[in-house]
């Protein structure tokens, strides 16, 4: 099916820098909208900025002006900067796309939103 792998997180103080990548690989025929969730510890899953296939964007408030998404279609890759970086930004960013595959061994396709593993980003004050 399809593999979502992200990188780029890590440990920053407060007022620091952090680039997300996420790279979707397997049998992809088109990937639709991308985005990033962020989990913090004992709190839901939420969105923090998703793109469109047409490099539409939207952000949560809480990132509006500190963060850019952004996507690489050749290479299936969207990519999340995060500047100004606060405590609060501390948890887990999981990528999501919106993709059209194929199954199989087929060309029959079919279409699902798929998750990658997360990585952990933490800012400390």
């Known amino acids: 099916q399809v593999q979502l792998v992200e990188s780029g997180g890590g440990l920053v103080q407060a007022g620091g820098s952090l680039r997300l990548s996420c790279a979707a690989s397997?049998?992809?025929?088109?990937?639709?909208?991308m985005g990033w969730y962020r989990q913090a510890p004992g709190k839901q899953r939420e969105l923090v900025a998703r793109?469109?296939?047409?490099?539409?964007?939207n952000y949560a408030d809480s990132g509006k002006g500190r963060f850019t998404i952004s996507r690489d279609n050749a290479k299936n890759t969207v990519y999340l900067q995060m500047n100004s970086l606060k405590p609060e930004d501390t948890g887990v960013y999981y990528c999501?796309?919106?993709?059209?595959?194929?199954?199989?061994?087929?060309?029959?396709?079919?279409?699902?939103?798929?998750w990658g593993q997360g990585t952990q980003v933490t800012v400390s004050s």
């Open positions: 793109i469109t296939s047409g490099s539409s964007t």
């Open positions: 397997g049998r992809i025929f088109s990937i639709n909208a």
């Open positions: 999501n796309a919106d993709t059209t595959y194929y199954l199989g061994s087929s060309y029959f396709r079919s279409r699902d939103e798929f």
